[in-house]
């Protein structure tokens, strides 16, 4: 059971991984999620489901390493078997035919869940410009994929390597300035100080936008309250409710804040692994 | 063998105490606190029971568990025969023997409690189940008779697994949808290791898989699979999916980082063994002082859950008297011995926090107690002007669960009534006619022995509608 079927590393810190679970991929829909754990003693993390194939029974996931439970991930071949995968979670995102330009962004590791979502845009008639960015040419990810899931597409990285030099939110200011009336709807995902930037963009130009909030969860069913977030001013569970959200009304601060409720204990785990892959490395 | 005693010997013994684990040295510890009964023990509890006929603590057993019967096995040192007797009808003693409310249940129906000395009944029945555990005998087989009718079960916690239990044990085909990764609901999730240890869950629920009845875990119905799949692909479905939404007081402060709800804490600490962090990767905060808002049984298991994982200071604060508090009087016992701090006829009215976002205190008036209010409980009323702070850097809101929409959303022609919880009468069965329910999601936040009664009854009801109809 949820077998890695195939494995790639697509940069230093970026992989992807094919996962046998066909039941997940059956219910699959843009937006949505799955909570995984690699191990008996892993905790539950959870992804966007980056791509899925009902009739072939995986679920594709993008993830970039950035602690202990990502990095075990990682280190995981083909062949092994995941302790558990869940999903699809979450509500799917809002598509439809707009009868117009919808925009898309996508942030570093971001790219991977907007994928999703453009292609179902573009599938339904929609004209979709998307941009994704990232802080350097080897963390954009996926450019075929968004290319063929959109009608023009547009790269920003922060230091120039590739594309335009600057932020995803340089150009979608452009394009709002340019054809506001003509853009029906806006998706932007990544860090939440680039969704955060995004909104303050969008609301500029008194456009609404989507953003998926990535809070820290544990069981993505509504149980437990881990993951909640002010929108609006009320208190909404991101794993049911969301996880996209109108970001006009998001209390982003609240959010990154609430983000790094764990980082002592998350560096502590971090160096126990890596203490621990490097005695295994020694040993022979 | 026992010698047999007679009536008016009887009613002079005293029930044998439990021993427990030391509270200094179990607040170090994420190990049982009762630590059972010897054979002894057990024996000379059993020796007091009068045999009653008809037997009124039976009566008071949703699980209709054979009491005397089982009883007077153990009397004769036949353990096993205790514990066939037990298994009849009671898929789980050993977390029934520990976690039921007895004093409500069939030790408040003993006749012997007019006495004020009920037979300890679940820790009989916790001896009995122990007793297979350690020697790892099971009773459990497949069937022989296979009815060619499949039933699936949403859920496995107690109603689940209860119902799971008796259907397969008539020749039905069962499968379990779970969303978690564990089997078990709130006994692996919820209700802490020092109460009730997960490997006897763990097998408690392996023999009811020995029965044939396959368990699919990591599985969402309403979100993997909706209710309406389910009941096109089985011939009935029973919705025993818990109350498992967190409440919270809706107070300004309430999403800093160490607020939790007692969900999340208990499920990071239980399902998820924070408490062996880094080991266990997931983590959880607690720091010097914790304090859990709540007066029941899950304020009680998070603030001893809060002690052991190292706060110096465990506070209970709950609006209403000692009298009023919803725990059973044993928990609060244990609570007490192991340095608890109990704030009572204190409400929180606002969670403060620092410029990192982080809980540094709660801040509470003092209440003092009303008229009697519809529930005969004296209301509680805010003293004016009492405002006072106390530090915190760990606060756990467990002031209940309500009804979680996932899985009434994908069931068409279910109805549930207006907080969301399912309709159905007395034998578990809804406003649609292949789908039973049963346990919290019926009746909100209630027991686990109540909900193994629903599910057996689910069982029962479903076997007669399946077996009429050909
Ligand atoms: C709905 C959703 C979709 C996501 N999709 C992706 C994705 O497609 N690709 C990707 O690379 N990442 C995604 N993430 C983030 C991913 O879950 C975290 O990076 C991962 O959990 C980090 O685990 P770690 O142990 O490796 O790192 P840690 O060192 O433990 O944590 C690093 C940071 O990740 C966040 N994090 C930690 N634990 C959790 C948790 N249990 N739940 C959520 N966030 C956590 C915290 O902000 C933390 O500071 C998503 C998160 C959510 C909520
Ligand atoms: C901390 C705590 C301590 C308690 N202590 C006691 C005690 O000492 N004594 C006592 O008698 N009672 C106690 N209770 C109450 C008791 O545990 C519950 O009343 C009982 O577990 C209810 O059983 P249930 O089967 O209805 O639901 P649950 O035990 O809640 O099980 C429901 C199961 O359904 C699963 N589920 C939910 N949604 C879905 C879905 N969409 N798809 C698939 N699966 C799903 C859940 O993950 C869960 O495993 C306590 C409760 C808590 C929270
Ligand atoms: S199952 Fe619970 S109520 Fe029934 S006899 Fe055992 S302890 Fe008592
Ligand atoms: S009511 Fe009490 S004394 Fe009588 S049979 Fe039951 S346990 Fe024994
Ligand atoms: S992660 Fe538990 S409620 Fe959302
Ligand atoms: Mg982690």
Redesign the pocket.
């Known amino acids: 059971m949820y077998k890695i079927l195939k494995k790639q590393k697509w940069s230093d810190t970026i992989f992807s991984n094919w996962i046998e679970a066909p039941f997940v991929a059956k219910a699959a829909q843009p937006g949505q999620?799955i909570i995984l754990i690699t191990s008996q003693s892993g905790?539950?993390?959870?992804?966007?489901i980056?791509d899925s194939n009902a009739k072939e029974g995986w679920v594709q996931?993008?993830?970039?390493v950035?602690?202990?439970?990502?990095?075990e991930l990682s280190l995981m071949n083909e062949g092994e078997n995941l302790y558990a995968f869940v999903g699809p979670l979450?509500v799917p995102s809002e598509i439809e035919n707009f009868g117009g330009k919808v925009l898309i962004i996508g942030g570093g590791?971001g790219i991977?869940?907007i994928y999703p979502v453009a292609k179902k845009l573009k599938e339904l008639g929609n004209y979709v410009i998307s941009i994704i960015g990232a802080r350097t040419k080897d963390l954009i990810i996926m450019e075929d994929k968004m290319k063929e899931a959109s009608n023009e597409l547009l790269i920003a990285t922060d230091d120039g390597t590739y594309g335009q030099k600057g932020f995803v939110t340089n150009i979608m200011d452009d394009i709002l300035k340019k054809e506001s009336e003509a853009i029906k709807d806006i998706w932007a995902v990544g860090p939440p100080i680039m969704m955060k930037m995004c909104t303050r963009v969008a609301n500029e130009h008194n456009k609404q936008i989507w953003v998926?909030l990535?809070?820290?969860?544990?069981d993505g069913t509504g149980m437990c309250g881990a993951c909640r977030v002010s929108v609006g001013g009320k208190t909404k569970f991101?794993c049911v409710d969301g996880?996209e959200f109108r970001g006009n009304l998001v209390n982003f601060e609240e959010m990154i804040l609430r983000?790094?409720q764990?980082?002592d204990q998350?560096r502590e785990?971090?160096m126990l692994l890596e203490e621990k892959i490097r005695r295994q490395a020694s040993n022979g | 063998m026992a010698e047999k005693l007679k009536p008016a010997e009887k009613l002079k013994k005293d029930r044998v105490p439990m021993r427990n684990q030391e509270p200094l040295e179990r607040v170090q510890n994420f190990l049982e606190v009762p630590l059972g009964y010897s054979l002894e023990e057990a024996i000379q509890e059993a020796q007091r029971c009068l045999q009653c006929n008809p037997p009124y603590c039976v009566a008071g057993c949703p699980a209709d568990v054979r009491i005397p019967q089982f009883v007077e096995k153990l009397i004769a040192e036949d353990i096993k025969g205790a514990f066939l007797e037990i298994k009849q009808t009671n898929a789980l003693p050993a977390v029934c023997g520990r976690v039921c409310p007895q004093e409500e249940q069939c030790e408040g129906a003993c006749i012997m409690n007019k006495k004020g000395k009920p037979i300890a009944i679940g820790r009989l029945e916790r001896y009995v189940a122990d007793w297979a555990k350690q020697l790892d005998y099971s009773d459990a087989k497949k069937p022989s008779t296979k009815l060619n009718k499949k039933v699936a079960i949403v859920g496995s916690g107690p109603a689940g697994l209860a119902c799971a239990s008796d259907l397969a044990k008539l020749g039905y085909d069962v499968t379990v949808y779970e969303a978690l990764h564990k089997a078990g609901g709130v006994l692996v999730y919820g209700i802490p290791e020092f109460r009730l240890p997960k490997a006897i869950v763990g097998y408690e629920v392996d023999q009811i898989k020995e029965l044939g009845v396959e368990i699919n875990l990591n599985y969402v119905i309403g979100l993997t699979k909706s209710v309406d799949e389910l009941m096109q692909e089985y011939d009935a479905v029973f919705l025993a999916n818990g109350a498992g939404a967190p409440s919270f007081l809706k107070i300004p402060g309430e999403n800093l980082n160490g607020v939790y709800s007692a969900s999340e804490f208990l499920t990071r600490s239980n399902l998820m063994k924070a408490y062996e962090f880094p080991n266990y990767a997931t983590p959880i905060r607690v720091d010097q002082k914790a304090v859990v808002v709540g007066g029941g049984n899950v304020a009680m298991d998070a603030v001893r859950t809060a002690k052991r994982l190292g706060a110096k200071e465990a506070t209970i604060v709950y609006r209403r008297g000692r009298k009023e508090m919803p725990a059973r009087a044993e928990e609060i016992g244990h609570a007490e011995e192991e340095g608890i701090k109990f704030e009572l006829l204190t409400n929180p009215v606002k969670i403060l926090g620092d410029e990192y976002g982080n809980v540094v205190g709660i801040e509470c008036v003092r209440m003092e107690l009303g008229e009697p209010d519809e529930s005969g409980r004296r209301r509680p009323q805010v003293v004016e002007g009492s405002n006072f702070v106390i530090d915190a850097d760990t606060v756990i809101i467990a002031i209940g669960q309500s009804a979680n929409p996932i899985v009434a959303r994908s069931a068409t022609g279910v109805e549930t009534n207006k907080w969301g919880y399912f309709v159905a009468d007395e034998n578990g069965k809804t406003t649609h006619p292949k789908v039973w329910a049963g346990g919290d999601i019926v009746t909100g936040a209630a027991t686990v022995i109540l909900a193994v009664g629903a599910g057996k009854k689910a069982a029962k009801s479903i076997h007669e509608t399946l077996s009429n109809k050909q």
């Open positions: 999620f905790e539950r993390i959870p992804l966007t980056a996931i993008v993830y970039q950035v602690g202990a439970s990502t990095l979450g590791i991977a869940p998926s990535n809070s820290i969860m544990v991101a996880p983000q790094r764990y980082c998350e785990a971090l």
